[in-house]
């Protein structure tokens, strides 16, 4: 399954929007340098999950918004990478890296449990609406996918 990406054009409008250089901005997240940020603006690298709220927070905007996702429906990996995780940290009693990842994946199967929903929910930092819907918006976009594929 395609990953949400963060969008470099809405990185870009929000630092300069909050008035910021990308050499204050790297330096309020605590990076060697603005490299860092251009190669982010401009697509050639991705930043590792655990920037994506951080960036968020410096220049006032939510997580969800430098995503290429909708974020009135995001899929569980936006909302993953909004929570600042990688998929090896999204782990807790009852709920194993390969069950989430199965969840993320979209892959289809039985209807996750209330424990599992809760555990991802309480991972991820939000509620469990929250992730029920993802869970079917990233189930969706698996069965797109394979239809298209197939």
Same mark, same amino acid.
């Given at each position: 399954m395609a990953r949400p990406l963060l969008r470099g054009d809405r990185l870009q409008a929000a630092r300069e /929007?909050?008035?910021? @250089?990308r050499e204050?901005? +790297?330096? %309020?997240?605590?990076?060697?340098?603005?490299s860092r940020i251009?190669?982010?603006?401009?697509?050639? %690298?991705r930043? !590792?999950?655990r920037f994506v709220p951080r960036l968020a927070a410096a220049l006032g905007v /939510?997580?969800?918004h430098l995503l290429d996702v909708d974020p009135d429906d995001p899929p569980l990996a936006a909302l =993953?990478?909004?929570?600042? =995780?990688? @998929?090896? %940290?999204? @782990?807790?009693?009852?709920?194993?890296?390969m069950t989430y990842v199965r969840l993320e994946d979209? !892959? @289809?199967g039985a209807i996750p449990s209330a424990e599992v929903i809760g555990a991802v929910a309480h991972a991820l930092g939000v509620d469990v609406p929250c992730v029920e819907a993802a869970v079917r918006r990233?189930?969706?976009?698996? +069965? /797109?996918l394979a239809s298209f594929s197939g």
């Open positions: /929007a909050k008035g910021l @250089t204050e901005l +790297a330096a %309020e997240l605590q990076l060697s340098g603005p251009r190669v982010w603006e401009t697509g050639i %690298e930043p !590792r999950p /939510a997580p969800l =993953r990478l909004a929570a600042g =995780r990688a @998929t090896n %940290e999204v @782990t807790a009693p009852g709920l194993s890296v979209g !892959r @289809t990233s189930r969706s976009d698996y +069965a /797109a």
